[in-house]
């Protein structure tokens, strides 16, 4: 008689169910409200993305891609300022990745003292620079002396505001490598830069190619520092000394512009910097996928 | 799925010290009663020259099970192995024993001439070493059935046992000479019948190695 | 049934089987690491206290003691891999094979890869299997050629009881063995560059009884080779595999013993206390 009275029960008791009860519903809204904020930033991001496609493509086409910018009305294109965003990123990230890189391992490794927190405080206050700053900068000590912008200068802004980037996120992705891979390693005989390079590296190198990624990212698509230092240009140019145009240089100038044929190559010219942008991610997640 | 564990090459040492000792042991009896049926003195101090060896074997098992105990840490059978050599070893050393004793007899009878022809006494004596060599054989083989069998061939050294007993209180009552020399046959009697008891106890050891079953004080080992 | 005669020679094969483990031995072991006076700090605590200690060759010591007494760090000082611990400090001498590890300029690289060391928990490269072990032998430039690194890293892993399970795909990852395989896997890339002693740091704490039985078989066969050290907090492991045992107990060496007399009739009261698990 009893037995049956107990089994009815639950085992944890009348009261407690109805604590229970709140405790999932509390449960449920939280959830259904996180989900929805997800949700929200992703719809932003597609929306935005959405949006320059949809106005873009319409006057994407072959022609646009490899004409020089001309006089209103008589067409024109991006052709080289594709070309010289190319090569300032490419030469900004020729300078800045190694010197990145280089940083963010001295003070993952050896940067426990003074220095390494005087480093680390500096490189992290750079990382908030507005990128004019650094644009005037680069015009002051090599413009001016040189006599003129060219697309080396705009390299070099680009490689100042990467380099503390990749310099922290470097760092944090080396000190996640346990360390007791690198006492295996110390274990074996090697001397601490086999260490950091045969074992310590690679063991980062997917973390230290995404903290690349961003900071190729961010400066891809910086107008300011270009503005003074590599100005712009009408032409394709294939050399260094010379002003060169840049994709975002070129979309301001199309943005401001009073035509309205130029603001439509100027969303034309963001869909194809919002590409490259996305080319490069990928290669880079690819060439660097796990194989252990 | 044959592991080579570190304890192995122990238990087979620890098997291979238990059968030599079991042989000397079997060997000190055979050639006591011979010292005594063939009036061989000589055989009989070699006997007892020899018994310093056993019990050395002795000292080094005690040692050896000691070690495994404490450093192997043996379960189940092994455990049970082991347990059961610290039991037989000393039960074969008085049994040895036992030996010596039948050897110090006989140099006390053979300075006096036979009291009679051996007829029974060699007997029970093959007898007696009959079963310690099969108690042996069935430790080594961890053979319960064969150890139960050899139990039950105890009956029959009792028996003759009695019948020896009863032929020398006989003589003994008859012939006033003849009374110390039938009184050490009659102690002789007596070890060869103790030593038919401790093959009994080593064959329940080996019972209990094989089928962990107790069976000594019950009626199977009656 | 063994005849009596073949009994006698199988009696001597423990003869010999008794004389190996030292009690009243017949030959003076030569020992292959001296301790002395060896004090060690983290900044201001001190951890190990006076440690004295001879580690015989070819043989295998084992290290006991409960939690914090200084068992690891002490193992750890012997290679010097403290060195990589900010604020540490030793003071004090040991001497391998006579020479002070700790003599300024003593070259430290060449120290580690002579004395090698297995960790509690497995760490193999993310690398293949035969790239593993063959780390080592590469940056120490101890293979002539191609032919002589496969043969190299083959003996290592014959050696450490792995050849036969990973010969039919060297080329995989090393993350898809399992514990006990990693683990013997790092014994291997130890054992490949030819070290004098091997130092394991509670190796077969994180695995399966089959995979420690296994560990342990190989220890003892190891110790044909090589001087072995190993911390254990597993009591009844000491007892199974060394030859010599050390208990420590608060930083402190407390006796340091055969392994048979440890665990049947220790010197110390604290010892007998600790093993017949009166505390820690």
Same mark, same amino acid.
């Given at each position: 008689?009893?037995?049956?009275?107990?089994?009815?029960?639950?085992?944890?008791?009348?009261?407690?169910?109805?604590?229970?009860?709140?405790?999932?519903?509390?449960?449920?809204?939280?959830?259904?409200?996180?989900?929805?904020?997800?949700?929200?930033?992703?719809?932003?991001?597609?929306?935005?993305?959405?949006?320059?496609?949809?106005?873009?493509?319409?006057?994407?086409?072959?022609?646009?891609?490899?004409?020089?910018?001309?006089?209103?009305?008589?067409?024109?294109?991006?052709?080289?300022?594709?070309?010289?965003?190319?090569?300032?990123?490419?030469?900004?990230?020729?300078?800045?990745?190694?010197?990145?890189?280089?940083?963010?391992?001295?003070?993952?490794?050896?940067?426990?003292?003074?220095?390494?927190?005087?480093?680390?405080?500096?490189?992290?206050?750079?990382?908030?620079?507005?990128?004019?700053?650094?644009?005037?900068?680069?015009?002051?000590?090599?413009?001016?002396?040189?006599?003129?912008?060219?697309?080396?200068?705009?390299?070099?802004?680009?490689?100042?505001?990467?380099?503390?980037?990749?310099?922290?996120?470097?760092?944090?992705?080396?000190?996640?490598?346990?360390?007791?891979?690198?006492?295996?390693?110390?274990?074996?005989?090697?001397?601490?830069?086999?260490?950091?390079?045969?074992?310590?590296?690679?063991?980062?190198?997917?973390?230290?190619?995404?903290?690349?990624? *961003?900071?190729?990212?961010?400066?891809?698509?910086?107008?300011?520092?270009?503005?003074?230092?590599?100005?712009?240009?009408?032409?394709?140019?294939?050399?260094?000394?010379?002003?060169?145009?840049?994709?975002?240089?070129?979309?301001?100038?199309?943005?401001?512009?009073?035509?309205?044929?130029?603001?439509?190559?100027?969303?034309?010219?963001?869909?194809?910097?919002?590409?490259?942008?996305?080319?490069?991610?990928?290669?880079?997640?690819?060439?660097?996928?796990?194989?252990? | 799925?044959?592991?080579?564990?570190?304890?192995?090459?122990?238990?087979?040492?620890?098997?291979?010290?238990?059968?030599?000792?079991?042989?000397?042991?079997?060997?000190?009896?055979?050639?006591?009663?011979?010292?005594?049926?063939?009036?061989?003195?000589?055989?009989?101090?070699?006997?007892?020259?020899?018994?310093?060896?056993?019990? =050395?074997?002795?000292?080094?098992?005690?040692?050896?099970?000691?070690?495994?105990?404490?450093?192997?840490?043996?379960?189940?059978?092994?455990?049970?192995?082991?347990?059961?050599?610290?039991?037989?070893?000393?039960?074969?050393?008085?049994?040895?024993?036992?030996?010596?004793?039948?050897?110090?007899?006989?140099?006390?009878?053979?300075?006096?001439?036979?009291?009679? =022809?051996?007829?029974?006494?060699?007997?029970?004596?093959?007898?007696?070493?009959?079963?310690?060599?099969?108690?042996?054989?069935?430790?080594?083989?961890?053979?319960?059935?064969?150890?139960?069998?050899?139990?039950?061939?105890?009956?029959?050294?009792?028996?003759?046992?009695?019948?020896?007993?009863?032929?020398?209180?006989?003589?003994?009552?008859?012939?006033?000479?003849?009374?110390?020399?039938?009184?050490?046959?009659?102690?002789?009697?007596?070890?060869?019948?103790?030593?038919?008891?401790?093959?009994?106890?080593?064959?329940?050891?080996?019972?209990? +190695?094989?089928?962990?079953?107790?069976?000594?004080?019950?009626?199977?080992?009656? | 049934?063994?005849?009596?005669?073949?009994?006698?020679?199988?009696?001597?094969?423990?003869?010999?089987?008794?004389?190996?483990?030292?009690?009243?031995?017949?030959?003076?072991?030569?020992?292959?690491?001296?301790?002395?006076?060896?004090?060690?700090?983290?900044?201001?605590?001190?951890?190990?206290?006076?440690?004295?200690?001879?580690?015989?060759?070819?043989?295998? +010591?084992?290290?006991?003691?409960?939690?914090?007494?200084?068992?690891?760090?002490?193992?750890?000082?012997?290679?010097? +891999?403290?060195?990589?611990?900010?604020?540490?400090?030793?003071?004090?001498?040991?001497?391998?094979?006579?020479?002070?590890?700790?003599?300024?300029?003593?070259?430290?690289?060449?120290?580690?890869?002579?004395?090698? +060391?297995?960790? =509690?928990?497995?760490?193999?490269?993310?690398?293949?299997?035969?790239?593993?072990?063959?780390?080592?032998?590469?940056?120490?430039?101890?293979?002539?050629?191609?032919?002589?690194?496969?043969?190299?890293?083959?003996?290592?892993?014959?050696?450490?009881?792995?050849?036969?399970?990973?010969?039919?795909?060297?080329?995989?990852?090393?993350?898809?063995?399992?514990?006990? =395989?990693?683990?013997?896997?790092?014994?291997?890339?130890?054992?490949?560059?030819?070290?004098?002693?091997?130092?394991?740091?509670?190796?077969?704490?994180?695995?399966?009884?089959?995979?420690?039985?296994?560990?342990?078989?190989?220890?003892?066969?190891?110790?044909?080779?090589?001087?072995?050290?190993?911390?254990?907090?597993?009591?009844?492991?000491?007892?199974?595999?060394?030859?010599?045992?050390?208990?420590?107990?608060?930083?402190?060496?407390?006796?340091?013993?055969?392994?048979?007399?440890?665990?049947?009739?220790?010197?110390?009261? *604290?010892?007998?206390?600790?093993?017949?698990?009166?505390?820690?």
């Amino acid at each position: 008689m009893e037995n049956a009275a107990i089994e009815n029960q639950s085992f944890a008791g009348a009261d407690v169910q109805n604590s229970r009860g709140k405790r999932q519903l509390v449960s449920s809204i939280m959830t259904t409200l996180t989900a929805a904020c997800a949700v929200f930033a992703i719809f932003l991001l597609l929306a935005i993305l959405g949006y320059i496609a949809v106005r873009g493509v319409a006057s994407l086409n072959l022609q646009f891609l490899i004409d020089t910018p001309k006089p209103v009305g008589e067409g024109g294109g991006i052709g080289n300022a594709i070309v010289g965003s190319l090569m300032m990123t490419g030469l900004a990230s020729l300078i800045g990745l190694p010197i990145g890189v280089a940083a963010g391992v001295y003070l993952a490794e050896y940067g426990n003292n003074w220095f390494g927190k005087i480093v680390r405080f500096v490189a992290d206050t750079m990382t908030g620079i507005p990128s004019i700053i650094v644009g005037i900068f680069v015009f002051t000590l090599f413009v001016l002396p040189m006599g003129r912008q060219s697309g080396l200068a705009g390299s070099l802004a680009l490689a100042i505001i990467m380099i503390p980037i990749v310099a922290r996120t470097t760092e944090e992705m080396i000190r996640l490598v346990p360390n007791s891979m690198r006492e295996g390693a110390l274990a074996l005989g090697a001397p601490n830069w086999r260490v950091t390079w045969d074992i310590v590296l690679p063991a980062a190198k997917s973390g230290i190619a995404t903290g690349a990624m *961003l900071a190729i990212a961010r400066v891809s698509g910086e107008t300011a520092p270009l503005l003074f230092t590599a100005l712009n240009s009408r032409f394709y140019n294939f050399y260094y000394d010379q002003p060169m145009a840049s994709l975002t240089v070129q979309i301001y100038n199309y943005a401001t512009g009073p035509f309205e044929v130029e603001w439509r190559m100027a969303w034309a010219a963001t869909l194809i910097l919002m590409l490259l942008i996305l080319a490069i991610n990928i290669a880079v997640r690819y060439l660097t996928r796990k194989r252990f | 799925m044959e592991q080579h564990r570190i304890i192995d090459k122990q238990l087979e040492v620890l098997r291979d010290r238990i059968l030599l000792m079991g042989g000397e042991a079997e060997t000190a009896l055979q050639r006591a009663m011979r010292s005594l049926v063939d009036r061989d003195s000589d055989l009989a101090r070699e006997v007892l020259a020899h018994d310093d060896v056993i019990d =050395q074997l002795e000292l080094k098992i005690d040692r050896m099970t000691i070690e495994i105990l404490a450093l192997q840490h043996p379960a189940a059978r092994d455990l049970r192995f082991v347990i059961a050599a610290a039991k037989i070893t000393p039960i074969l050393e008085r049994i040895a024993d036992h030996a010596c004793n039948i050897a110090r007899a006989a140099i006390e009878l053979n300075d006096e001439p036979q009291l009679k =022809q051996y007829v029974d006494l060699p007997r029970m004596g093959n007898r007696a070493a009959d079963m310690l060599r099969q108690g042996l054989d069935a430790l080594t083989k961890s053979d319960a059935e064969a150890a139960r069998r050899v139990i039950s061939m105890d009956k029959e050294i009792d028996d003759v046992y009695h019948k020896i007993f009863g032929d020398l209180l006989e003589i003994m009552v008859n012939d006033s000479t003849a009374t110390a020399r039938a009184a050490h046959l009659l102690f002789v009697t007596k070890h060869i019948e103790r030593i038919g008891d401790y093959v009994k106890d080593i064959c329940e050891l080996t019972v209990y +190695m094989a089928e962990a079953a107790f069976i000594k004080h019950t009626s199977e080992s009656a | 049934m063994t005849p009596l005669s073949q009994l006698d020679s199988s009696v001597k094969t423990a003869e010999n089987f008794e004389e190996k483990k030292p009690g009243k031995t017949a030959k003076p072991a030569v020992i292959k690491i001296s301790v002395a006076d060896l004090n060690f700090f983290y900044g201001k605590t001190q951890a190990l206290h006076n440690i004295a200690l001879e580690i015989p060759e070819r043989e295998v +010591m084992a290290f006991i003691g409960p939690s914090g007494c200084g068992k690891s760090t002490f193992l750890r000082t012997l290679n010097r +891999m403290n060195d990589t611990i900010p604020g540490a400090r030793v003071e004090g001498s040991v001497k391998i094979d006579a020479k002070n590890i700790y003599a300024p300029g003593t070259d430290v690289v060449n120290l580690r890869r002579k004395v090698g +060391m297995v960790f =509690q928990k497995s760490n193999p490269f993310p690398k293949s299997i035969f790239d593993n072990v063959a780390y080592g032998i590469r940056i120490n430039q101890m293979a002539r050629n191609k032919a002589d690194l496969n043969e190299r890293v083959e003996k290592a892993l014959t050696d450490s009881a792995l050849w036969d399970e990973v010969k039919d795909r060297m080329k995989a990852s090393a993350f898809g063995l399992s514990g006990g =395989q990693q683990q013997r896997l790092c014994i291997a890339r130890a054992l490949a560059v030819e070290p004098e002693v091997v130092l394991m740091d509670e190796p077969a704490s994180a695995l399966d009884p089959i995979a420690t039985q296994k560990i342990e078989e190989l220890i003892v066969e190891l110790k044909k080779n090589y001087t072995i050290v190993i911390v254990t907090h597993n009591m009844q492991q000491a007892s199974r595999v060394s030859d010599k045992t050390a208990f420590f107990l608060l930083g402190k060496l407390i006796e340091v013993n055969s392994t048979r007399r440890m665990f049947t009739n220790p010197d110390q009261r *604290l010892t007998e206390d600790y093993i017949t698990g009166r505390f820690g």
